[in-house]
């Protein structure tokens, strides 16, 4: 009868496990950079992809009205009383907020809540969802980054739920010049319409044709990008720290709007009455007179830019700041430079 030796199955050594695990930690550690890199890559394309296609609706606007809508309905923090209707009438029917976006959701796929508002109504923009049911918090995907996490933004601090908040606020944003805003209130001092008459595109009452684009439609800048930060709440009152900046529908300081004054994603400070959300990323300060907003984006190095022929390019943060800021006039003669 023989004998078999019994060996008992031989396992991991304790030496052996921890190479494995250093391995796996490794590859996983050079696999996560990438992963993070392929998503920031596909949130930069989706933002680029909205940005065209609100290009495209402002060229279509611009087919059917022989001109851009206003950038806002208002001077610099100066209701007046004549607003300008879709069909291109004045008429004296009270005070609006409103600005481009409004104007342009009819080829932004939104013709049903376009069709909702009740542009010759004697309401403030912003008071259209409570005074008289409008859907203002309605999230329009086109105007909003995937790259910004506070996105959808449709609650403010003004009340207490989205039916009487200050409506849906966005990433897009259009290029009011080279310069800041104007002066807050300067229509009520001394009659001066500050934030009309800028040097871009969009600016109060604007009403700008493609022709008046003489610096040429592929180096004139259209639109571009904002951070967009989300409101806080006190747990006793309704008031908390907020942030106006992408507000649609009470754009009275220009909340719509950017200047190519300074590089995207610049440490100077934006400057309008409410910006109390702490963020690094979009710097911001109160008290100032002067209102101005800067093109920003959580995209790595730079931000998306919407030309006025449409095109919509990435452009670094550290693009010269005299090329940026003369690529935000659309009658400025300077000499094209390529963003």
């Given at each position: 009868?023989?004998?078999?030796s019994?060996?008992?199955?031989?396992?991991?050594?304790?030496?052996?496990?921890?190479?494995v695990?250093?391995?796996?930690?490794?590859?996983?550690?050079?696999?996560?950079?990438?992963?993070?890199?392929?998503?920031?890559?596909?949130?930069?394309?989706?933002?680029?992809?909205?940005?065209?296609?609100v290009g495209?609706?402002?060229?279509?606007?611009?087919?059917?009205?022989?001109?851009?809508?206003p950038?806002?309905?208002?001077?610099?923090?100066?209701d007046?009383?004549?607003?300008?209707?879709?069909?291109?009438t004045?008429?004296?029917?009270?005070?609006?907020?409103?600005c481009?976006?409004?104007?342009?959701?009819?080829?932004?796929?939104?013709?049903?809540?376009?069709?909702?508002?009740p542009f010759d109504?004697?309401?403030?923009?912003?008071?259209?969802?409570?005074?008289?049911?409008?859907?203002?918090?309605?999230?329009?995907?086109?105007?909003?980054?995937?790259?910004?996490?506070?996105?959808?933004?449709?609650?403010?601090?003004?009340?207490?739920?989205?039916?009487?908040?200050?409506?849906?606020?966005?990433?897009?944003?259009?290029c009011?010049?080279?310069?800041d805003?104007?002066?807050?209130?300067?229509?009520?001092?001394?009659?001066?319409?500050?934030g009309a008459?800028?040097?871009?595109?969009?600016?109060?009452?604007?009403?700008?044709?493609?022709?008046?684009?003489?610096?040429?439609?592929?180096?004139?800048?259209m639109?571009?990008?904002?951070?967009?930060?989300?409101?806080?709440?006190?747990?006793?009152?309704?008031d908390?720290?907020?942030?106006?900046?992408?507000r649609y529908?009470?754009?009275?300081?220009?909340e719509?709007?950017?200047?190519?004054?300074?590089?995207?994603?610049?440490?100077?400070?934006?400057?309008?009455?409410?910006?109390?959300?702490?963020?690094?990323?979009?710097?911001?300060?109160?008290?100032?007179?002067?209102?101005?907003?800067?093109?920003?984006?959580?995209?790595?190095?730079?931000?998306?830019?919407?030309?006025?022929?449409?095109?919509?390019?990435?452009?670094?943060?550290?693009?010269?700041?005299e090329?940026?800021?003369?690529?935000?006039?659309?009658?400025?003669?300077?000499?094209?430079?390529?963003?």
């Open positions: 009868m023989s004998l078999r019994h060996r008992r199955p031989r396992g991991f050594t304790l030496l052996e496990l921890l190479v695990i250093a391995v796996i930690g490794l590859l996983i550690s050079l696999l996560v950079p990438a992963v993070q890199q392929a998503r920031a890559v596909a949130r930069t394309t989706s933002c680029k992809n909205n940005m065209r296609q495209l609706a402002m060229h279509n606007y611009a087919d059917a009205h022989q001109a851009l809508p950038g806002m309905f208002n001077y610099m923090s100066a007046i009383d004549d607003v300008l209707q879709p069909d291109g004045r008429g004296a029917m009270g005070p609006s907020r409103s481009w976006m409004q104007r342009v959701l009819p080829y932004l796929e939104q013709r049903a809540l376009y069709d909702q508002f109504a004697n309401v403030q923009a912003q008071r259209w969802g409570v005074q008289l049911g409008v859907p203002i918090w309605t999230v329009v995907p086109h105007l909003m980054c995937p790259s910004d996490p506070a996105n959808p933004k449709i609650t403010t601090d003004k009340g207490s739920g989205p039916e009487d908040s200050e409506g849906f606020h966005g990433n897009i944003a259009m009011a010049g080279s310069t805003f104007g002066i807050a209130n300067r229509w009520q001092i001394d009659g001066t319409a500050d008459d800028l040097d871009g595109m969009f600016y109060g009452l604007s009403s700008t044709r493609f022709a008046d684009v003489s610096d040429g439609a592929s180096n004139t800048v639109g571009s990008e904002l951070i967009i930060n989300p409101d806080g709440r006190d747990t006793d009152t309704t908390g720290p907020r942030d106006v900046r992408g529908y009470n754009c009275y300081r220009g719509a709007l950017f200047s190519t004054q300074h590089s995207p994603n610049t440490s100077i400070p934006d400057q309008t009455d409410a910006c109390e959300v702490p963020n690094p990323a979009s710097p911001c300060t109160t008290g100032s007179d002067v209102i101005v907003q800067y093109a920003r984006s959580y995209h790595p190095g730079g931000v998306n830019v919407l030309m006025a022929d449409g095109a919509v390019r990435f452009v670094s943060e550290n693009i010269a700041t090329v940026f800021r003369s690529a935000g006039t659309r009658a400025g003669g300077e000499t094209p430079e390529e963003l």
